[in-house]
């Protein structure tokens, strides 16, 4: 079984600054997908960005971008220029690319602040 | 659209009562999914469907768990005989799947949240 591992519980940044989420994963499997997901107060989980693990090149999505590295199986989040808005629960989650399976592995979470 | 709609967003229940929540998920998407979320944890997968066919329960689904998807539309997810474990936030999702092609976008609910006294 996957699993996956978010080391910290709570990040604090200073408004506009960069801060880095840490996401760390463990698989037998070769293909799979990798997410993010930020979880605001209102509940809903919206998703923030997304990799295939075949692809080398990291996904980047306006402020948000990842650094994946296969080999150590890790999977961080940079968050560039944070906003306030941006205050929120991060998830990390797994998809396996096999066939049959489709639900996500999650993480246990990263409180982000934004200090203001 | 307005996306996925979960109801209700609250329930308070007594233990061994039974209820049940409803997803509507997005209208063209095919799969959907149920996920539960104990605080201070992430989401756990619990089962989905593509279109009405069960395709994957967890084995946090107990004997007490039972979802539908009766006409491929929206979802039931019923607990009987609640306990105080079954507190947590009940998530749902949808996503589209064509061709077999893995997908890999899901749209969240809102959730319910159970409580169980």
């Known amino acids: 079984a996957q699993t996956v591992t978010q080391s910290q519980p709570e990040m604090s940044v200073q408004e506009a600054e960069t801060v880095t989420l840490s996401c760390t994963y463990d698989?037998?499997?070769?293909?799979?997908?990798l997410f993010w997901y930020k979880q605001p107060p209102s509940r809903q989980m919206i998703l923030v960005i997304r990799q295939e693990a075949y692809k080398q090149q990291n996904a980047t999505e306006n402020r948000f971008s990842v650094n994946f590295q296969k080999a150590a199986k890790s999977f961080s989040l940079k968050i560039s220029d944070s906003q306030l808005g941006d205050a929120a629960m991060y998830f990390c989650?797994?998809?396996?690319?096999?066939?049959?399976?489709?639900?996500?592995?999650f993480g246990k979470g990263t409180h982000l602040i934004i200090q203001p | 659209d307005t996306g996925v709609s979960q109801d209700p967003r609250h329930k308070i229940t007594k233990r061994g009562q039974n209820v049940t929540f409803r997803c509507d998920p997005i209208s063209e998407h095919n799969r959907l999914y149920w996920y539960r979320q104990t605080l201070g944890q992430g989401p756990e997968f619990l089962t989905y469907?593509?279109?009405?066919?069960?395709?994957?329960k967890s084995r946090l689904l107990s004997d007490r768990f039972s979802a539908e998807r009766p006409k491929g539309s929206f979802s039931t997810l019923e607990i009987q005989r609640t306990e105080q474990g079954d507190s947590a936030m009940y998530l749902c999702?949808?996503?589209?799947?064509?061709?077999?092609?893995?997908?890999?976008?899901?749209?969240f609910g809102s959730g319910t949240r159970l409580t169980v006294v």
């Open positions: 698989t037998s499997e070769s293909d799979y997908y």
């Open positions: 469907f593509q279109n009405e066919a069960q395709l994957e």
């Open positions: 999702a949808s996503s589209l799947v064509r061709n077999s092609q893995i997908n890999y976008g899901y749209t």
């Open positions: 989650a797994y998809r396996s690319a096999g066939g049959g399976a489709d639900g996500l592995t």
